[in-house]
């Protein structure tokens, strides 16, 4: 049966990595603050189901979601994966008893994270790892130099095909490039905070992904009203308002937006196909300003 076709079309990471520009984040797989279980493990598992069955290719996780709970369901859920379908993982965190995010990046942390998500996803190799720097909105300057060597070493080992950063600056792009090639960047980007406008347009030319997260993320009420005001005169949601502006910001950008409802899969998945009409899009463009 041929895999269904998205509305916002694909993105070729690699010779070997094209992806839906549309993917799912699984991070709202997990509990309440991305911790311990879900409340209806069930509906996750069906959620996951669902967006393969819309045409997903791209689905975003971590073992450090729960921890272990994201990439467990996405295992129960979906093992053995289609070919067509494409897992990106993270490392670089880790969480506390209490469900606070601490930083994992020495060498060793950064080689059991990537064993962690091997085993519990079931995989061999993974498709994509993204080394995690900064804090949930911001980098934090210094030299990533050493984690990302340690998944270089693992690519070359052959556990992993292909490595991205998250939550870094254009300067620890840089530094990661001189050691191994990076396919995508992952950092807190949205139609309200466009800090990495250039960025964006920089990696767009080098043919690396960019994948925002947080699409309605830290609007402040002012912003909020006038994403609300373009939702409401386009009949739809601010949340598809926010993901279809994203889309038509440049070709090399990515989505993952999470959900752990069916119902609300659909309505993301819907902002693929929505047309934001000139008007619509010179006052999105204004609320960053």
């Not at 993982?89 to 990046?105: F, I, P, Y």
């Not at 950064?110 to 995690?132: F, K, P, T, W, Y």
């Not at 270089?152 to 080992?157: K, P, S, V």
């Not at 598809?240 to 993301?268: D, F, K, Q, Y």
Request: aromatic share 6%.
């Amino acid at each position: 049966m041929p895999a269904k076709t998205l509305p916002g079309g694909t993105f070729t990471m690699a010779q070997d990595l094209t992806v839906t520009r549309m993917g799912y984040g699984a991070m709202q797989l997990a509990g309440p603050g991305v911790f311990g279980p879900p409340k209806d493990r069930d509906a996750a598992v069906a959620v996951l189901r669902e967006a393969i069955e819309l045409g997903i290719t791209h689905i975003d996780t971590s073992d450090f979601y729960g921890p272990h709970v994201t990439n467990e369901i996405i295992r129960e859920a979906l093992h053995p994966y289609p070919d067509s379908l494409h897992i990106v993982t993270k490392v670089g965190a880790r969480r506390d008893a209490e469900g606070g995010w601490l930083h994992a990046r020495s060498p060793e942390e950064i080689r059991q994270a990537v064993h962690d998500n091997l085993e519990r996803l079931g995989l061999r190799a993974l498709d994509v790892v993204n080394m995690r720097v900064g804090g949930f909105e911001r980098h934090e300057p210094g030299s990533i130099a050493e984690p990302f060597t340690a998944l270089a070493e693992m690519q070359q080992e052959g556990l992993i095909k292909h490595l991205g950063v998250s939550t870094v600056s254009a300067e620890q792009i840089a530094e990661a490039q001189s050691i191994a090639p990076v396919v995508c960047v992952q950092n807190f980007y949205n139609v309200a905070h466009r800090e990495d406008d250039d960025l964006i347009d920089s990696l767009a030319a080098q043919g690396i992904a960019y994948v925002p997260y947080f699409p309605l993320g830290g609007f402040t009420p002012l912003q909020a009203g006038e994403l609300d005001s373009v939702a409401a005169r386009l009949g739809t949601t601010p949340m598809a308002v926010a993901l279809a502006w994203l889309l038509h910001r440049s070709p090399n950008i990515l989505l993952i937006p999470g959900t752990s409802s069916v119902a609300h899969l659909h309505e993301n998945v819907s902002a693929a196909d929505l047309v934001l009409p000139e008007d619509a899009l010179t006052e999105l463009d204004g609320i960053a300003a």
